[in-house]
């Protein structure tokens, strides 16, 4: 199954910019990627060291979570993944963290309000809560779920628990949760000394329609 | 003595996640093991750089902190994790550290609040704060253990001190000073600018039980 | 045109001080340095990781933000870097990032006060915010000119966006990028439980007069 | 002059550990000795990068700041770490840093009041803040100077400035300037969200005994 074998390594990769970005604690966090054209994804293994997650520790399994390929149990996340791949066709690739200032919004479920220009480039508004859900069932993919399709943001805050943020690619899903836990901080800061003004719906529009059409290569 | 030997060399490495999490300043902290099947334990050497703490300078006292083998004083902190060994038999490790935020909740004398899945998960309910003790003799190991057999935690905030972390391995200790610092940090955090919600205690015992039974390989 | 050769090497290389000093997260941020005696200007291309960042990744544009030299598309802050170098003729290197405790001051419109001697030093008294602008106009650029015309601070706190930092050379404008977050974070932690003086004017000239004259080699 | 090559070599590595820490911004801070049984310092040069900071590039003066040694012109605050080696016979090293907390508590005029058993340790009692003194002639070193004689503490906290820390050597210094920073943080998280106990004084008392006599090696 080579289709896989390129993904790996890139799932392998794309969690070191956890670390990098210090959005993790010793195994939290994982990545997936959909397994394009298969119903499949490769994801973090299960209480794996990061210092340890090459290639060869990814494991596949498909969309309901059941492994097919690899040595290692899957993350205990990774029903949630599973979730988010079959109601949300465009997501190729599913990042969670507890990244400290994201999951202090999320313990205090408040949404981050669009003080900065960068939230409107990438989040085109106001990050929003997702509910307290137990895992062990569909509850969080169903809360993930249920947010993200009523707004812009390609990232949800799960109540006391922490993000978690999708996009086209994984590597677009890793970008949402470095820059959600950035402008989490940010706006933390801003409200610890005062009130940052909410930007102008109109302004978020123009700015979010540029970031998404005209920024990069 | 070659039960020592391999111990030696886990102590040492796991000193090197306290400096890779930011848990210790200078010489600050240690790291303990419990030597199965002997009345012996392996612990850092006292006001030694991280940088030199390779197997060689841990030392082995016995379960009242003489030197049994090594060429170095023991940590200061010795008497204290001998008294852990002495009245906890399943603890097989024990970590010492000033942890900022976790020393900050220990300084105020206020244990942290179960708002996040990650203390349900690995603290089993909110993490308590023992007594101020002086060192030179058994308080600070007394009030640990005190207050640790009234808890599900494997971490103690010891008042105007710093945090103490026990586990069934040394590796399992040093695991829990790491989340306790994450932890410690994103409550704080979440205080700054509001209340959180705490979790239902029936949420935090089905938690605790499902990530103690099935969390990992 | 080996004019640029030597100052895309130095303009790669300061990146790293961007993320050296955790100024940036994932491909946001840039510097620029004006080509000198000619029409040109060295900046970072869009939306490309820090990682790839080498000399050759450097583009080159006239002070239109017209590329001249390079494969890559210029950063999106490209004209606001290009009506900095038009109208303010002293100014060598220009420096965007959305540093957390600089842009956390932004987003609350709130200039930094001068209350520690290295602000006295090196930005000659408090720090000022420019207006609220968006991206694909000369706005931005207009903002960054007006405010800093008006003041001795070579950084600008370009409201709910991030700072603006200019100097003689790019080097020069990136220490004032990494020296601007150092004081904006000092003084948000000192704010935090009080009120620091402002340092008196005449104070604030003699420490700015002696630093700018007598400092370094 | 060999008396000196040793000692250029130890405190350019101490440097290091200013960095290591983040102590320090850009070329902000400094670390000197005292040559013995010479009346000279070796200290760090003005305004030069980490990253070149090796034995070369220290400079050696007497204890009026004249240069002896060295082809580069010694740090700005050279005039300072003078005053403290004449007035302070048992003084063998000089640190100043910028750190951000030890920095904010100074910004404010506040000292650090004695509520952690480190503070107790190291520093015996709470941490002094010294006056607001410009640069340019005795003003820093006299404030330094009286202030620690009026305390067990080797840290003050310059006002609107940064701290300053001394030691029977330049590594002892630098192990206060490390060790402030920390407890600087710690009280300020602890202070965020209410009010620690300062310690009894007998126990600081008995703390400051014990750690200065017992602890190391």
């Known amino acids: 199954m080579s289709a896989t074998a390129e993904l790996r390594r890139t799932v392998a ?8 970005y210090e959005l993790v604690s010793w195994t939290a966090g994982n990545v997936s990627a959909r397994v394009p054209d298969h119903e499949l994804m490769v994801i973090k293994p299960s209480g794996v060291s990061y210092d340890e997650l090459g290639p060869h520790a990814m494991v596949v399994t498909d969309l309901h ?3 097919v390929e690899g040595e290692l149990a899957p993350s205990s996340d990774t029903a949630a993944h599973a979730y988010v791949y079959r109601h949300m066709p465009h997501v ?16 205090r479920g408040e949404p981050i309000p669009c003080v900065l220009t960068m ?4 989040f085109g508004g ?6 307290f859900a137990l895992i062990g069932d569909d509850s969080i993919g169903r ?3 249920e947010t993200l399709s009523a707004s812009r943001s390609p990232a949800v805050l799960m109540r006391n628990h922490g993000p978690f943020t999708v996009g086209a690619t994984a590597r677009a899903a890793v970008k949402a949760a470095v820059l959600l836990e ?8 801003a409200r ?17 329609e540029r970031y998404q059409n005209v920024y990069g290569q």
Chains 1, 2, 3, 4 share one sequence.
């Open 13 to 20: 990769e794309l969690h070191r910019e956890l670390t990098r």
């Open 65 to 67: 979570g059941t492994l």
């Open 92 to 107: 190729g690739g599913v990042v969670h963290t507890h990244s400290p200032y994201a999951t202090a919004w999320a313990a």
């Open 119 to 122: 939230i409107a480039d990438e």
């Open 126 to 131: 106001e990050i929003p809560v997702g509910p």
């Open 143 to 145: 809360g993930i779920v």
């Open 182 to 189: 950035d402008v989490a901080r940010t706006v933390h800061f």
């Open 192 to 208: 610890q000394l005062g009130q940052p003004d909410v930007i102008e719906q109109q302004h978020v529009d123009r700015l979010y």
